[in-house]
């Protein structure tokens, strides 16, 4: 999912169009909010799901989100919104509290206010920042507010009709993740599970298993692409990736996986470096690049 960000604004504008407020993002508005997002984008998704998908990534235990993001009112309606997924993670034994910057959305007569919204939620203190989705000229004006660039390198790789292994097992049965994996792998799990557009399975090889979250993705619109969005153990990914391409070919028709390597932890082969991967951005004080990960994000919970 691309972010859009209407920016900048016409010299002439009209002194006379109403401003708009910038408010905090509720349960009450997820609704208004969807709907607005469903005028927005192309018709692919139902405006209720946009709503939908922020209220069950939102409410996570322990996460105290303060909102769902900002909005713009005008005249009782509203004209601009920037939903926000909030988590809390334990990170080196420290309680760390996340924002992830989802889609940043406004009408065109509102796109002089829309930086209010992005103030207000990066106005918040003590939160972690991630936009993983940022167009161009969101990079640019993030990279001023003091954002950074993840390394996004990512192999993509066919997914062949290898032979599949008979010590790995691949299962997407929710009973079968549940008994397998333990701690803090069981929770994203769970708080996951509910999501329509996070893909869930548990890879064993040779005894030791490996969580994965996916996605399917289009590209040139072509829905082929198998995109890993979290990835548990790496190693046993990378140990078990033909059986994997083969899964991925044969239950899902999918062609290829893209795997970022800062998620499988090395490339797989064979596999091509992509030469322009998306681009991807965090701002902390304190925590540095390879303790930011996509859980609980817009990339793996939201249309």
């Known amino acids: 999912m691309i972010a859009e960000a209407e920016q900048g604004g016409d010299a002439g504008e009209s002194s006379s169009r109403p401003r708009a407020e910038v408010c905090p993002i509720s349960d009450g508005d997820l609704a208004d909010v969807g709907r607005f997002l469903g005028t927005q984008f192309p018709p692919d998704t139902p405006a209720h799901e946009w709503g939908e998908a922020w209220l069950r990534t939102v409410n996570l235990p322990g996460s105290a989100a303060p909102n769902h993001g900002f909005m ?25 509290r996340f924002c992830n910057l989802a889609v940043w959305c406004v009408s065109p007569d509102f796109r002089a206010q829309s930086l209010g919204m992005l103030k207000a939620i990066l106005a918040q203190e003590g939160f972690h920042f991630t936009d993983l989705s940022p167009i161009e000229r969101v990079q640019k004006l993030n990279a001023a507010l003091g954002f950074q660039y993840l390394d996004t390198a990512t192999a993509l790789a066919p997914n062949l009709p290898w032979p599949v292994s008979r010590r790995v097992v691949i299962s997407a049965d929710p009973a079968m993740i549940e008994t397998i994996v333990t701690g803090e792998i069981k929770q994203f799990f769970e708080d996951h599970a509910g999501c329509r557009w996070a893909k869930h399975l548990i890879l064993v090889h040779e005894g030791e298993w490996c969580y994965l979250q996916w996605r399917k993705e289009r590209r040139k619109k072509l829905p082929l692409f198998i995109s890993i969005r979290y990835a548990s153990h790496p190693e ?39 030469r322009r991967p998306t681009r991807r951005m965090f701002k902390s004080k304190t925590l540095s690049p390879d303790r930011i990960d996509y859980l609980y994000s817009e990339i793996t919970s939201a249309p």
């Open 72 to 96: 713009l009112r005008a005249a009782g309606r509203i004209v601009g919104a920037y939903p926000a997924i909030y988590s809390t993670r334990m990170i080196d034994g420290r309680r760390e």
């Open 236 to 274: 046993v990914l990378r140990r078990a990736f033909r059986s994997l391409a083969s899964y991925f070919l044969f239950r899902h028709g999918a062609l290829f996986t893209l795997g970022e390597l800062r998620i499988t932890g090395g490339r797989v082969y064979p596999s091509l470096m992509l």
